[in-house]
């Protein structure tokens, strides 16, 4: 029976935010600055590793002065 492992993705905007949980690039809650990667590069490369895209979830997005805000959840997969 095949046996999969699984990768948790948040993003902001168009960015790669954390992985698995831990924040990921240079953004930091104390000091916010430009999250990681671009999300179509990420996928891109662990694409490359392995990786497939199984689910993605809008869990919010917020209209404010400077535009939108989006935040998504991405589900990936891969056989072990």
Known sequence: MQKWEYLYVQTLDDRILRVNGQ???KYTVASPGT???PIHDFL???GREG???VG???TYTNANE???TT???LFLKRGV
Do not use: A, I, S
């Open 23 to 25: 924040l990921y690039g």
């Open 44 to 46: 891109n490369r662990v």
């Open 35 to 37: 999250p990681g990667e």
């Open 56 to 58: 993605v979830v809008n």
């Open 71 to 73: 935040y998504h959840n």
């Open 66 to 68: 400077t535009g939108l």
């Open 51 to 53: 990786w497939e895209l």
